[in-house]
């Protein structure tokens, strides 16, 4: 599996080259994105290619030296579970936080 990236995404494609995975992550400030969206086609569900994006994403922030703040639900619930990448957050205790007063299902899956 290899992941494709650029300064604002990572995504996954098919043999046709059509996307069927994403981490949207915009620069919301010089050195710092946002972990905004992520998203898995159906066909790929319960294979965990959500989290390995996202890990992929956050090696590759930790790598190039920049940090990451999070909207996208999935991505809160990930960094909780994945204390190790606290570095790769701008503000881990206010991460934390996010995750402690998410409910519900996390996004990641395209309907």
Known sequence: M???????KMWLEDADGREIALLD??????GVVC?????????LGGQGIAAKITQAAADKLRSDGRKAVLTCSYAIKWFSKHPEYADVLEDPEGEALKAQALAGPACGIRR
């Open 2 to 8: 290899e992941f494709k990236s650029n300064e604002k």
């Open 25 to 30: 992550y915009p620069e919301v400030k010089p």
């Open 35 to 43: 972990f905004a969206h992520t998203e898995v086609s159906p066909e």
